[in-house]
């Protein structure tokens, strides 16, 4: 996979792809990440950004530099992608599927934002969440540290992915370590039992009851035997025979 992002900040990015499954990503090939500095495309290094037609507070970026960076950058098989507040909220099936692609064009806003017509040059706009950040820098870096864990080597385990929270839509399953019992915590007894059949269950279980707790939202696309099981524990919660929620 081939990643073009385009930054007034690429030393952001410099530390940040410097560690962990990014790295490894980067070292094994896996991708092939190159970051622009918006300033280059644009007429002096202090025109990429104006203030607002109507007035008000805050600049904006000027959509010139925008586009003559994409028409330089974008080819066939590109996909252009602005990190923006008023984006689509990422989630895991969207990461998924945008891991596939062959090429993604990422351009991190800044300030009061971009140019609104330079969202006719683009083809998704995502947001990380309800909150406001200094720029896309952050995002964007969520977005490639997200998809670099789905490529070949990034993990050492890619069983460890597949147990993260959202990788199957729900939350993921409490996880356990030694000691066995601190200060009256007990780690729970099947996990101890050798039965992996038992202990699936078990952790698919405790993941259905944490996203039914604290994320009901998710539990809309599950499938028949996760649909089984939350209603097992429904009728426990009903009975009061569950104290976790």
């Known amino acids: 996979m081939k990643i073009d992002i385009v930054t007034l900040f690429p030393e952001f990015f410099e530390v940040a792809f410097s560690f962990g499954p990014i790295k490894r990503c980067i070292e094994l090939k896996n991708f092939e990440i190159n970051i622009h500095n918006l300033r280059d495309f644009a007429d002096g290094p202090k025109e990429v950004d104006d203030y607002q037609y109507g007035g008000g507070a805050g600049m904006v970026l000027k959509i010139e530099p925008l586009v003559r960076s994409l028409r330089k950058l974008k080819k066939e098989n590109s996909m252009v992608i602005l990190f923006e507040a008023s984006g689509i909220r990422l989630n895991q099936k969207i990461v998924n599927e945008l891991s596939k692609k062959e090429h993604l064009i990422l351009y991190c806003g800044r300030y009061k934002g971009v140019d609104e017509r330079f969202k006719n040059y683009i083809d998704m706009e995502i947001s990380i969440g ?4 200094s720029g896309g820098e952050g995002a964007c870096f969520v977005f490639i540290d997200a998809i670099s864990r789905l490529l070949p080597g990034a993990l050492s385990d890619f069983d460890s992915a597949e147990g993260d929270s959202f990788f199957s839509g729900i939350l993921g399953y409490p996880v356990y370590t030694r000691p066995r019992e601190f200060e009256g915590y007990k780690v729970p007894d ?34 028949e035997e996760e649909i089984k099981i939350l209603e097992e524990i429904k009728k426990e919660v009903e009975s009061g025979a569950s104290k976790d929620i």
């Open 190 to 223: 099947v996990l101890l039992s050798g039965n992996h059949k038992e202990i699936e269950r078990f952790r698919k279980k405790e993941a259905l009851k944490k996203t039914l707790l604290r994320r009901p939202d998710l539990l809309e696309n599950l499938n």
């Open 130 to 133: 309800d909150y406001v950040l």
